[in-house]
């Protein structure tokens, strides 16, 4: 070295903390998001940052190839299945062109496979799927050499109608071959290859893993319904066809089915039977491939990364459709796979290139932390998962976990607050029994005292009011007094409703026990139960948050429902030979519904201090109490209009189809509407920007 | 009778004649016919050292300096595969043709129009350069070009008011020069600079494989004519009007020195589109295609009918020293074309935005979640200017409400007292303190009437969705006029509050309105620089255009890295290039995006300040409002990280504070980046995981230093 270096080089100051990151992290074009509260999908930080890309050797084609991708970390190899080229080119893992041993090519099977579409490794071997040759093959993975090739197995449960047309495959450890044949409906094939002594191959039919079911739609659904059988055969649906697959290293299978509207990705025990499914569904879903961990990572025809744990929890999405040509953006991937860094390498067909990914630190945490909780170390893994939430508040994953730390450690309030914050509602009625039972065991005694003192007293007033009727007498006067108001004693008569709704009704319709006024009360008091339904109903047992649910919107259309029902039922019965008055109608409605009026308000209570063990409580009284109005509403449509049973059966039927039509014609009306105004409007700006 | 049978006569042939000239004009205005020779030949002059020759037939050009030589559609003899046409041509033209009811476009070199657009009398010579009327004959358009060689510089320019058209046929775009310093297939050493994000090179040795040029607007897409785009992480708007093509014995810088707001910026190397040469230029927009709306959905395609008046310049800047450096064209792009005045910056500076409230939609109407208060950000600052003494705090969210919805001004206010308190109090401290405002876009939910917003050229409100995730809110624009007036206002009522404003989109968004009160891009930018310049207040800018470099205060959301377009192979930090030591430059809020060490070590390299957005409550509570998107921000978990990044970022830039970068290098085959500051200093920055040895001072992995 130069002396005037030494001379004038000052090393000043600062040494930032070294992270082992192997190169510059390129700009992301794509936001990262994962499950948020509420299940939503909300924003976090990066989780991968493309740090490279290597351009294939060939040229971009404006069509979309169907190309396929295996790597061998331990080989230093990454193979490409090229349809294009017709050949399995093999590259370094930095990217480079790699020689084969022995040659001076680095290309596999070229002259043999026509359109080479899926590839796997194994062992020694190198296996190639060909569409158009309808064979697998086997090369050895270091020389290129073939080895062998299996065409179409000819045992009789293959069946003679199932195209073998290999596409995709994935080979385990055993040699079995789960094998994706382009339109088979009965899944993945397996077949068994087995070397021989003189080096050939011999392939094994063992049969199909991994079917789809028929997906049930709403077309379907009606079609089953209508349909006669004839028509149904015209119309009938088969499974869809698995269209990729993954092995994990501990040889679980997973199967993907691109634009199947559920379980496009399916984990299957070793019976072949779907143990999970990701939680959340990407239905064009391209490729997968599978962690030590067993964490998911899938790759989708629009270019989103979707990485989930081995639960199906999702943890990142990035990515989207590439449409400025960014790096890290994707046009048209069709392989993704993981390396044992954590790392990330996607073929992108479109763009004849593998994109790369490099974890985050942020990553890294998340995914030591699910290692941990994976595990069942809650506690050990508290720490991570304290630093992921610094990182992000929202990631809902972390509450989950951190709970389940808490509720180890005993810290149950904690636990209940991490339990709602995660959404995790079994967790949440654990930890909300072991506080409620703490606080039983605590306040038993005065609870019980209580109690005691109110029965006493109970006792006490009915026996002053048989031995001392006098001393009681200003009580009982001062309610009958109230009693006696008028809006008071036909609110009271909702009583009547529950005992006997024919007499009550009766008496509404030619006594005037009831008036119009009263009812109006009743029927703000069921917009209020709406309202209180939403604040009052414990978290366990309400299925509506405060935050998302609008007071005004609530109050509409409960009163929209009420009195359209009303409506539509006076307006059937006038034709239907009813006698009921539409004022009658008004009244009786409301008032039938009694049980719920009454009864609903205490439940929203109790179900504040229930947990899931308790659940069966609160279903039975919600039955009891919706039946029980439907009785008394039923019983009173028959009395109003003085039908038959099966008249009031039809009636009812009738309404509803009423209320039905009455609303489809709001909506016909207010599109033909729009229609009209939008197209004068824009008749006008056309006349006037032409002019 | 004779006399009138005459008279009629005479009439028929006038009126025959009239018709007749009439559907001439519609064709061929008679203009355009003029008798003449078409020019040949070449036109020699010499201005200093350079001499300039110019083919008189289709405008190519090239200059001589010694040895070295620039040109215009340079043809390599060794290329046999691309028409000579396709690229040779000093000018290219995109245009309408309406002919038989049919709206089709071209886009041709001006010699693929009219075979002899130059008339030899309308080339004139000119002693230092040339002016030539361009005749499209076959399309009926016709512009004047001028020529001129000043020094080091060649200035080509279409005056406005030279261009003639008829309604057949309608001028869209004029590309000058695009091919001006390019380059055949891949050249060693030969790199290609455009101004996208921080600054990006597109090294010509190792093409890349996008498969489209870049082709980008200067200061963003005029979303009073298209329509705005509401992706997250769109690619960094084009800021500055400036490209360049590097080689080992010359390069070109070329800037759009007139007409820039309605300038594109081009780029493509060998091989994209079928054209086997690198290069880069101005594409200058004349009209646009449009959807234009019938009602609120349907719409149908239309093109713009008036033309955009601008005068198109460009400026090809020739520097014929070899290995020139990024930093030498930064220097000369500042020199040249920004009248930059120093700000006074003593200290690393770094910037914390607090977000105060927000509001999220609850049972009854909307409910106010308060993030912080003032007595906290006092607090903070504090805390933090004890160890920071180049602090700068800035308040979000402090309207009345919060901020999803508030109003478009600083007023009304939530905590009048609170914030006068935290003004004059950081006064003492002696830290800036501002309000960020945004008075270009209101929130639909904030009740702006109608008759102040902005309207396409489809006459329609322009709505522009909130790109945050999970954020449901619209935002209209808002007319100058109205920004100006809320400005104003807002700086009148400031007074004791010792507070400036942090303006987002100001500056940075620009766009045309319509119909009543309408203006041009040119229009806003004379508006908008006016404004700042007289605001009479400190004024931080988000991400601006360089049109307002000299008159903001400061710069915050600094871009600190490119788009990473497949074309693009290295970040540079040209923009910092330019401005560092001329304003403070600060990140974007990095907690939203924490890489850990790489995040620091990139704004070490781009010399640019770090950011963060804080709050005193946990981010969990802003779920549900407009702001949900900051996920992590209490200043509880951050105030360690905020610390450590400042300190690391400040032991290294605190010896550059006030210099500029005036050479960036980059280690052989390895991520290690050097530049030299105008004090003498370097910064070393090393993103690989080896270290590095510089100049014997050892650069540990992931580490940055910085060496005299």
């Given amino acids: ?691 | 009778m004779r006399k009138k049978l005459l008279f009629l006569l005479l009439a028929i042939v006038v009126v025959c004649s009239t018709v007749g000239v009439a559907i001439a004009a519609e064709s061929e205005p008679s203009t355009l016919a003029e008798e003449g020779g078409g020019a040949e030949g070449f036109y020699t002059c010499t201005v200093g050292d350079y001499e300039l020759t110019v083919n008189k037939s289709n405008l190519n050009l090239s200059l001589k300096k010694g040895d070295i030589e620039w040109t215009s559609g340079k043809l390599d003899p060794d290329d046999a595969e691309t028409n000579d046409k396709n690229i040779e041509d000093g000018l290219y033209v995109m245009y309408r043709s309406f002919r038989r009811g049919n709206s089709t476009r071209y886009d041709r070199p001006i010699t693929r129009i009219t075979t002899q657009p130059i008339r030899e009398r309308e080339f004139v010579e000119r002693g230092d350069g040339f002016d030539a009327t361009v005749r499209l004959t076959d399309i009926s358009i016709s512009f004047k070009v001028e020529v001129r060689l000043t020094g080091d510089k060649l200035s080509v320019t279409v005056p406005d008011s030279s261009i003639k058209e008829t309604s057949a046929y309608k001028l869209e775009q004029i590309a000058i020069y695009p091919y001006f310093d390019s380059s055949y297939q891949t050249v060693e050493g030969g790199k290609i600079f455009i101004p996208d994000g921080s600054g990006a090179l597109i090294d010509l040795n190792t093409p890349g494989n996008a498969q489209n040029e870049y082709s980008q607007r200067v200061y963003g897409n005029d979303i009073g004519i298209t329509a705005p785009t509401s992706r997250a992480n769109e690619p960094h708007r084009i800021t500055m009007p400036v490209v360049a093509t590097m080689y080992s014995d010359h390069s070109t810088m070329t800037v759009a020195a007139e007409g820039a707001e309605y300038a594109n910026i081009t780029a493509g190397t060998s091989g994209i589109s079928r054209i086997p040469y690198n290069r880069t230029g101005f594409r200058f927009i004349y009209r646009q295609e449009y959807d234009r709306f019938l009602d609120s959905k349907t719409h149908t395609n239309d093109f713009q009918d008036e033309r955009n008046h601008f005068d198109a310049c460009v400026d090809f800047n020739l520097m014929s020293e070899p290995d020139v450096n990024i930093a030498d064209v930064a220097a000369l792009y500042r020199d040249n074309y920004l009248d930059l005045d120093k700000k006074k910056v003593d200290n690393v500076g770094m910037r914390l935005q607090f977000l105060m409230a927000d509001n999220k939609p609850s049972m009854f109407g909307r409910e106010t979640v308060n993030m912080t208060d003032p007595d906290f950000v006092l607090q903070t600052a504090e805390s933090v200017s004890y160890y920071c003494k180049g602090l700068t705090v800035a308040v979000t969210g402090y309207q009345r409400g919060g901020l999803g919805g508030s109003k478009p001004s600083v007023f009304p206010m939530a905590n009048k007292a609170g914030y006068r308190n935290l003004g004059s109090r950081l006064a003492m401290l002696d830290v800036p303190f501002n309000f960020t405002v945004d008075y270009v876009r209101a929130y639909d939910r904030a009740g702006v009437s109608n008759a102040n917003l902005v309207q396409n050229i489809s006459e329609q409100f322009v709505v522009l969705n909130d790109t945050r995730a999970g954020s449901t809110a619209t935002f209209s624009l808002l007319k100058p006029s109205y920004t100006a007036k809320l400005l104003k206002n807002d700086v009148s009522r400031l007074d004791g509050y010792n507070a400036g404003l942090e303006a987002t989109n100001l500056g940075g968004l620009l766009f045309g309105g319509y119909k009543t009160e309408a203006f041009t891009r040119t229009d806003l930018i004379k508006q908008t620089v006016e404004l700042v310049k007289n605001a009479g207040v400190s004024i931080a800018l988000s991400n601006p255009n360089s049109y307002m470099f000299n008159v903001m205060d400061s710069y915050i959301d600094t871009p600190i890295e490119y788009s990473a377009y497949l074309i693009e192979t290295e970040s540079v930090p040209f923009l910092q290039m330019v401005l560092g030591g001329y304003v403070p430059m600060y990140s974007t809020a990095l907690n939203l995006d924490y890489t850990g060490t790489s995040l620091t070590l990139r704004l070490i390299d781009s010399n640019v300040y770090p950011s963060f957005v804080l709050t005193k409550e946990d981010a969990i509570e802003l779920y549900g409002t407009d702001s949900q998107s900051i996920f992590t921000s209490s200043y509880e978990v951050w105030s360690y990280t905020v610390r450590q990044t400042y300190e690391d970022v400040s032991a290294v830039l605190q010896n550059v504070v006030g210099a500029q970068i005036i050479r960036r290098e980059k280690a052989d085959g390895q991520e290690v980046y050097i530049n030299t500051y105008s004090n003498g200093y370097k910064t070393v920055v090393n993103y690989s995981s080896q270290p590095y040895v510089y100049n014997g001072v050892t650069v540990e992995a992931q580490s940055a230093v910085a060496v005299q």
Wanted: charged share 20%; net charge negative; hydrophobic share 45%.
């Fill in chain 1, 1 to 691: 070295m130069k002396r005037w270096y030494i001379v004038i080089a000052i090393l000043v100051l600062a040494t930032i903390a070294v992270v082992a990151m192997p190169s510059i992290a390129f700009a992301v074009p794509y936001s990262t998001e994962t499950v948020g509260p509420e299940g939503s999908i909300v924003p976090t930080q990066t989780a991968y940052t493309p740090t490279g890309k290597t351009i294939l050797p060939g040229t971009v084609e404006d069509t979309v190839p169907e190309m396929d991708m295996a790597v061998d970390e331990d080989n230093d190899s990454i193979y490409i299945a090229d349809p294009i080229t017709q050949c399995v080119q093999v590259l370094d893992i930095d990217g480079e062109e790699k020689i084969l041993d022995g040659t001076d090519s680095s290309v596999i099977g070229r002259g043999t496979l026509s359109k080479p579409t899926g590839v796997a490794i194994s062992g020694d071997w190198l296996y190639v799927a060909d569409e158009t040759n309808q064979k697998i093959y086997v090369f050895d993975k270091t020389t290129g050499e073939l080895r062998g090739e299996v065409g179409r197995p000819d045992n009789p449960l293959v069946g003679a109608e199932t195209p073998f047309v290999p596409q995709k495959l994935k080979v385990d450890n055993r040699g079995n071959i789960y094998l994706v044949s382009k339109g088979c409906v009965s899944g993945l094939m397996q077949l068994n290859l087995q070397e021989q002594s003189d080096g050939t191959f011999t392939s094994e039919f063992v049969g199909y893993v991994g079917a789809n079911e028929t997906e049930s739609t709403f077309q379907s659904f009606f079609q089953n319904l209508f349909f006669s059988k004839e028509q149904k055969e015209l119309f009938l649906s088969a499974p869809r066809t698995p269209t990729n697959v993954a092995i994990s290293s501990r040889g679980l299978i997973y199967t993907v089915t691109n634009n199947a509207f559920q379980n496009t990705v399916k984990k299957l025990n070793t019976l072949g039977n779907a143990i999970m499914s990701p939680s959340v569904n990407y239905s064009n879903t391209e490729a997968i491939s599978i962690d030590e961990d067993e964490n998911i990572y899938s790759v989708t025809s629009d270019g989103h990364i979707a990485v989930f744990d081995s639960y199906g929890d999702l943890l990142f999405c990035f990515g989207g459709e590439d449409i400025d040509e960014r790096l890290g953006s994707l046009v048209s991937p069709k392989a993704i796979s993981v390396l044992k860094d954590g790392s990330l390498i996607v073929l992108d067909s479109k763009y004849n290139m593998i994109v790369r990914y490099e974890r985050t630190e942020f990553a890294e945490k998340v995914f030591e932390a699910v290692r941990y909780y994976k595990d069942g170390l809650y506690l050990e893994g508290e720490g991570l998962w304290k630093n992921i939430l610094r990182l992000n508040s929202s990631f809902i994953v972390s509450y989950k976990a951190l709970a389940r730390a808490s509720m180890k450690r005993g810290d149950y309030q904690t636990a209940l607050r991490q339990f709602k914050l995660a959404e995790d509602k079994a967790g949440y009625s654990e930890a909300y029994w072991e506080i409620r039972n703490d606080w039983l065991q605590k306040n038993i005694a005065w609870i019980v005292s209580v109690i005691l003192v109110l029965i006493a007293l109970f006792v006490v007033w009915k026996i002053l009011d048989k031995k001392k009727p006098k001393l009681l007498a200003p009580i009982k006067k001062g309610a009958g007094k109230v009693k006696n108001v008028k809006i008071v004693r036909e609110l009271l008569y909702t009583g009547a409703y529950f005992k006997s709704t024919p007499d009550a009704v009766y008496q509404t319709k030619y006594h005037s026990a009831t008036s119009v006024w009263s009812a109006i009360v009743l029927y703000v008091w069921f917009v209020v139960l709406q309202l209180l339904s939403v604040i009052v109903t414990g978290y366990l047992f309400n299925n509506n948050s405060v935050y998302n649910s609008n007071a005004l919107r609530i109050v509409l259309t409960s009163t929209a429902v009420l009195l359209g029902l009303v409506l539509c039922n006076y307006f059937v019965s006038t034709v239907t030979d009813g006698e009921g008055k539409l004022k009658y109608c008004f009244i009786s409605f409301i008032y039938a519904l009694a049980p719920y009026l009454i009864l609903a308000l205490p439940m929203f209570v109790i179900s504040r201090f229930l947990t899931y063990n308790e659940q069966i409580i609160y279903d039975v009284m919600m039955v009891v109490i919706y039946g029980w109005s439907a009785v008394c509403v039923f019983r009173a449509i028959m009395e109003l209009h003085d039908y038959t049973f099966w008249q009031a059966i039809k009636n009812v039927i009738l309404t509803v189809f009423a209320f039905a039509m009455a609303i489809l014609f709001i909506i016909v009306l207010r599109m033909l509407v729009t229609q009209f105004f939008g197209y004068f409007a824009s008749l006008f700006r056309e006349m006037f920007t032409n002019a």
